[in-house]
């Protein structure tokens, strides 16, 4: 399928109908991930939050509550998986990103992709610079380019060079290619797979030609940017 093919459609429609069928084989583990998650902690199932996606509309992505309830969520704290206000419970959910396969429910909706950006905080991206806000030009995803090259494991500009790059190359064989790894990073782990833009097969001189005056507003993140979700 050509890209300009899978930009005006076809992307939408293999994500509509592969969100459907995941909805449907994952739904056994998502009642387990329910049943579990109200079982062992008391609060709410779901985590309520707002998040920007495509154009700047505001959403909130279903994810399973991880953390102990009545915790004051801090927009720029870093949250390693052994932070003490992590249930046990919510433990497991995170190092196999079960907490965030609610969010296919974002994609038959057409809020979220399967394969784009990760979406970030309406108050971090009140910050972009015009050269970030390429991200918001796609639907964000539950899995992107970056989070398969590292996610936390790699710096927040080197996140936005991968997000940049993936927007300009999207296309049906990259999504599959992104799908796949991704089970590979829940398998091993991210910091396996982390590497820098520049070491990726991706990195191409010339394009970042383009991108040079762009790319010394990365050099220095706005408040609360290195936390991206």
């Not at 959403?59 to 949250?79: A, N």
């Not at 990259?174 to 396996?192: A, N, P």
Request: with cysteine.
């Amino acid at each position: 399928m050509s890209r300009t093919l899978w930009a005006r459609g076809g992307k939408r429609v293999f994500e509509l109908l592969g969100g459907l069928l995941l909805v449907i084989l994952c739904s056994p583990i998502l009642a387990a991930a329910a049943v579990a998650t109200k079982l062992t902690s008391p609060g709410p199932l779901f985590f309520e939050h707002v998040r920007t996606g495509r154009g700047g509309v505001e959403f909130g992505p279903c994810k399973f509550r991880t953390m102990t309830p009545g915790r004051k969520y801090d927009t720029v704290e870093l949250i390693p998986l052994d932070h003490p206000e992590i249930t046990p419970v919510g433990r497991l959910l995170r190092r196999t990103k079960i907490d965030e396969l609610p969010q296919l429910f974002n994609v038959v909706k057409g809020e979220m992709s399967l394969v784009g950006p990760r979406p970030d905080l309406p108050e971090h991206v009140a910050q972009y610079t015009p050269f970030k806000l390429r991200r918001l030009a796609v639907r964000p995803g539950l899995t992107g380019l970056a989070q398969v090259n590292g996610a936390a494991e790699i710096s927040w500009d080197q996140r936005i060079r991968y997000d940049v790059h993936y927007i300009a190359h999207c296309s049906f064989w990259m999504d599959l290619k992104i799908l796949l790894k991704t089970i590979g990073v829940i398998i091993h782990g991210e910091d396996r797979y982390a590497r820098n833009f520049e070491d990726s097969p991706y990195y191409d001189p010339n394009e970042l030609l383009g991108w040079d005056e762009h790319l010394k507003a990365l050099d220095e993140p706005g408040p609360g940017e290195p936390t991206p979700p």
